[in-house]
Nanobody
Framework: QVQLVESGGGLVQAGGSLRLSCAASGTFFSIGTMGWYRQAPGKQRELVATSTSGGTTTYADSVKGRFTISRDNAKNTVYLQMNSLKPDDAAVYFC?????????????????WGQGTQVTVSS
């Protein structure tokens, strides 16, 4: 079983910056793509950014040029650097990871989710 724990959320003024972290712990064979999602009140959860194990990244159009996703595979940790924050960025941010476990030489893959960290942006 794997646990994802996010940290780094908080309250910032518009134009400010935050850096989110998500660390994976527990028992697993490997972690593939990791990403960040967010959900604001009254809105659907949306993809923010992803990073493959090889470092290929994707971003939602709304955050391109402002957010940067990175990861440290040795620490099983993914980061989201958020700059030039806007009130529209306020949401609960969730970490996601594609987890592979192996039993008796066979693999199976599933998605793991963190508990979420609150980001509040005041105007």
């Amino acid at each position: 079983q794997v646990q994802l724990v996010e940290s780094g959320g908080g309250l910032v003024q518009a134009g400010g910056s935050l850096r989110l972290s998500c660390a994976a712990s527990g028992t697993f064979f490997s972690i593939g793509t990791m990403g960040w999602y967010r959900q604001a009140p009254g809105k659907q959860r949306e993809l923010v950014a992803t990073s493959t194990s090889g470092g290929t990244t994707t971003y939602a159009d709304s955050v391109k040029g402002r957010f940067t996703i990175s990861r440290d595979n040795a620490k099983n940790t993914v980061y989201l650097q958020m700059n030039s924050l806007k009130p529209d960025d306020a949401a609960v941010y969730f970490c996601n990871a594609v987890v592979t476990k192996m039993v008796l030489g066979r693999t199976t893959t599933y998605d793991a989710w963190g508990q979420g960290t609150q980001v509040t942006v005041s105007s």
